[in-house]
């Protein structure tokens, strides 16, 4: 969803309940800019999963437990339990105050696939209810690859839709192990499963048969790639199917399927959550708690509901997701078996995923297109990034 999208919903919040919206873009260096000035915004659009623990570590969110105490629209009882994912207990995830909401959400290492596509190269379908392994991921992406004159013309897969950092973290909690120390204090990329989920990656980089942080794609996105049928496969959750439901013929040739396994330890994990929260030096924030309960239970969070956008993260709105036709009950159905396989992946509060990402991103090129070996990437992004991590530990104290 768009930045203009975003502003025109929140200002049409504002106009129903009667209190003047100011929109700001989201900036991540402007937003830490405004908080260290104590002059925030008083509502604040962030991802619940990666940004809780930083936020929340220093200081930053006001504790909304009694808001949702007083609320008669907004009931703790009617709250999915991806909304744990905006708690924070000052070591781990999942307890202690309530500091956001998510507006919806999607298990995202979930992906979307093309049936024309399979069919043109005579491939199975996907399963609906046992996932494939990575390795027979990327096979099968090897093979809905399209070439001409050597350069790739179809993608036969996006392993990355959100970025690698959070698809590292799943693929080693797939393979049974765990990227962050368990004091959140260090990454090691260089375990049995966190190399096995590096090795898997930098294959499917050389491989070329999909976007990689050393050839992004040019889309910036994976929807105008998929919807023109140059992509066949795109990692990303039920949100997707929000823009894929709105194009009848594109609809009807996509299908949903579980999350890719690494290993034995089937999880299927969550690293969005997007919602917002309400700085502890906000200005107003008993308007901005308004604006809260009607974006997160009146129309807006119904209209959400029935898109398709993501799943609801309010309990009574779940019946309202769209099952009319064959492309919405086939999405429904696998969504609704992969639920049992939900997982939170509890992330440091000592660094920002955009700063680890930045890691990714500046030490892979290098790694992809010199055949470095797994171990030697390893050891070069545990350097860089513990050095990160360990500055921001100092500063949280």
Known sequence: MSTEDDKKIMQAVGK???????????????????????????????????????????????????????????????????????????????????YGMAKDYSQDQMFW???????????????????????????????????????????????????????????????????????????????????????????????????????????????????????????DGYWFGGAIGAEAKIAEVSRLAPAPQLGGNRISPCFGATGYWIPKDAKNKDAAWKLFEYYFAGKPAEERATSGWGIPTLKSLRPKMPQTNAFQKQAFAVQEGELKHFSVLTFTPYAQLTALDGVINKVLPKAIKGKTSAGKVADELNTLMNEQIAKGKELVG
Do not use: H
Not at 40 to 57: H, K, Q
Not at 192 to 197: D, G, T, V
């Open 113 to 235: 696939y093309r049936t024309d596509m399979f069919e043109a190269a005579k491939l199975d379908l996907p399963s609906d209810s046992e996932p494939l392994s990575y390795d027979e991921w990327l096979d099968l992406g090897k093979e809905l690859t399209k070439r001409r004159l050597g350069k790739v013309k179809v993608y036969g897969l996006n392993a990355t839709g959100l970025g690698a950092f959070s698809q590292f973290m799943g693929m080693t909690a797939s393979a049974g192990g765990s990227l962050f120390a368990e004091d959140l204090a260090s990454v090691d990329f260089s375990s049995p499963e966190a190399l096995k989920a590096l090795k898997w990656y930098l294959e499917y980089a050389r491989a070329n048969v999909g976007p990689n942080v050393a050839n992004p794609n040019p889309d910036g996105w994976d929807w105008p790639t998929y919807q023109a049928g140059r992509m066949a496969m795109a990692c």
């Open 16 to 98: 129903a309940i009667g209190i003047k919206v100011n929109f700001v873009a989201a900036d991540p260096t402007k937003l830490n800019a405004l908080l260290a000035s104590k002059n925030p915004p008083d509502l604040v659009r962030g991802l619940g999963a990666t940004e809780t623990p930083y936020f929340a570590a220093r200081g930053l969110m006001t504790d909304l437990d009694p808001y949702f105490e007083k609320s008669s629209v907004l009931k703790a009882s009617d709250l999915d339990p991806v909304n744990d994912v905006w708690r924070y207990d000052g070591e781990k995830q999942g307890a202690g105050p309530r």
